[in-house]
Every structure is written in C-alpha cells, then in structure tokens.
C-alpha cells in the first residue's frame, strides 16, 4: 500500500517522506546508539555530555568516532534504503548495482580526484573569503565559529599512530559516507529533483547544493558543491552508483592517506596550499585536467550505454 501511494506521489510528497525516513531512523539509532554506548564505554549519561568535548582525550575520540559511525547509518544509509525499497517500484535495481565499472573507468574517475585537489584548494580560499554584510557580522561569527569546531573535530579524527587506526578512519570517513551519503543524496535525492525540475542538469546541482548545505560547513560550500555535480554526473552518465561512490570514496581516502603518511602539519602547509592563490597556476592547470577527464568519461560512458539519462 505504501509503495503504490508513494510511488505515483509527486516528486515533492516523495521528498517529504524521505527527510521523515531520515529523521525518524536519525532519532531510533541515535537513542539506541546511546543507550548501547553507555556499557560499551563504561560511561554514564552525564559523561556522554562532557567527554566529547575534550578532544585530546582518547576515550573522547573513541567516543566521537562510534557516533559518527552511528550517524553515517542512521541520517544516509538506513533511511536511503527504505526509501528506495518502499517508494521505487524497481527498488535498489535503480542504481544499477551489478553494472560494476570497468578498469579504464575506474582509472579515470582516480586521476579525476586527485586533479580536482588544486581546484578544490583554490575554491575554499575564495569560500573562506567571503564576508557577510555588517548586518550578518552575528551569523558570519557563528557559521566560523562552527566551522572552527569542525575543523578541530576533522584534526582530532586524522590523529593516527598505528595502521590499524588508519584503516579505522579509512572505513569511517571515506567508505561509509562513500556509500551512505551516496545512496541518499545520488542514488534517492538526484532521482527526485530530476522528475521535480525535469531537467537533468537542474536535478544534478539542487541534488549538489543540498548535498554540500546538509554537511554544515559553510565555509567549504563551493568546493562541496562541485564534488557532489561532479558526482551526479558521473551517476547520470553512467546510470550506476559505483561511479559517485568510488569517486566520494577516493576524494575522502585521499585526505585520510595523506594525514597517515605525511602528517597534518605537511598536509597543512603542502598539499591544503596545491592551487592557492601562491600556486594558482596548479588550480588552471588542475581544470583544464579534470574537464578532459570528464569529457573521455561522457564520450566513454555514453558509447557503451548508449543513453545519459539517469533514472527519473
């Protein structure tokens, strides 16, 4: 009953009753999540409250990424799931899952990531220049201030002494959101706003700004925003999730690897400044890369499916 209502609802009523998914699924696994971290953690309610807020204490950071984890399931995976099995007559045969990227694919959607790192460097510098009007000066301390906490929240994470905490962190912050945010926002969302709009390029970016809104760091909002276009292109054209999740995936893995491997302070004053206004001539050069990757990917993808249409 529920699918044959839904599935013949308009875009909107279907978009309504994904965010109740979500909000429903976020509060059950939230509450449960709590509930189990008490004896997992040996911690008490009160504690719950105080230990995340020092971040130099590993039992906090424990803490941190176990919620996180909770998170990733309970506001994208879970939610995306039901959703598509309950509203979609062909349920997760939509994102094409046995249609598995061929190597040729997968190595261009690789040297696509990393040539988008100095254009995505140089977009959060013009992001994090931005300045609200006077009359905003409380919303722009705010939203800096929040993303300050980010910040630290991101550095706490990325602390890793050992291989096993790197390949921890490479599950938490490049696979799960990899997959989750994926499924909501290319696999349901996408889907949604290009019946809504009826237009392919108008889904793709509505999906791309509520993609990069929804993850509440406002100072890095363009270079988000381009990340999730360019991954509903590559859901569009290749009418498969695989693309957007190995591409969501290596964006994030590269990040975790490189904090591994050099350290956040390199990170920081090396790769973070690849594209910057000292080296913009990397951010033009990164460009000019990324779109003819992203042209060998169309012309590619289009020969062998034959449609660029993605499903509606």
């Known amino acids: 009953m529920p699918q044959q209502f839904l599935g013949s609802a308009s875009p909107f009523i279907r978009f309504l009753f994904l965010l109740f998914l979500a909000l429903l699924s976020f509060l059950v696994l939230s509450i449960a999540g709590t ?12 504690d719950l409250g105080t230990l995340p807020q020092n971040l130099n204490n590993p039992d906090a950071i424990r803490l941190l990424k176990y919620l996180q984890f909770v998170q990733s399931f309970s506001l994208f995976l879970i939610p995306a799931l039901l959703f598509l099995l309950i509203v979609r007559d062909d349920g997760l045969r939509s994102l094409r899952l046995k249609k598995f990227p061929g190597m040729f694919q997968i190595l261009l959607v690789v040297m696509l990531m990393m040539a988008l790192v100095p254009l995505n460097n140089l977009l959060a510098e013009w992001n994090s220049n931005i300045h609200l009007p006077d009359f905003l000066g409380n919303v722009e301390n705010w939203i800096r201030n929040m993303e300050e906490k980010a910040t630290r929240l991101t550095e706490a994470f990325l602390r890793m002494d050992n291989f096993g905490s790197f390949l921890f962190n490479l599950v938490l912050i490049a696979v799960l959101p990899a997959i989750g945010e994926e499924l909501m926002f290319r696999g349901a969302i996408q889907p ?22 929804f993850h509440f760091q406002f100072l890095g909002f ?26 969501h995936f290596v964006n994030n893995g590269m990040a975790v690897t490189f904090y591994y491997v050099v350290g956040q302070q390199e990170v920081e004053n090396s790769v973070d400044k690849i594209g910057t206004a000292e080296t913009g ?5 990164g460009g000019s ?11 590619h993808l289009k020969s062998h499916d034959g449609s660029t249409r993605s499903y509606s």
């Open 35 to 46: 509930l189990i971290a008490i004896p997992l953690f040996g911690v008490s309610l009160t």
């Open 192 to 213: 949604l706003m290009q019946s809504w709009t009826r237009n392919v390029h108008a889904g793709i970016w509505i999906t791309a700004f509520l993609f990069s809104f």
């Open 222 to 247: 363009l270079p988000r925003l381009l990340l999730g276009a360019i991954f509903g292109y590559l859901f569009s054209w290749s009418r498969s999730l695989w693309l957007p999740v190995l591409a």
């Open 281 to 285: 001539a990397y951010a033009l050069l």
């Open 289 to 299: 890369v990324v779109s003819g990757i992203l042209f060998v990917l169309y012309r």
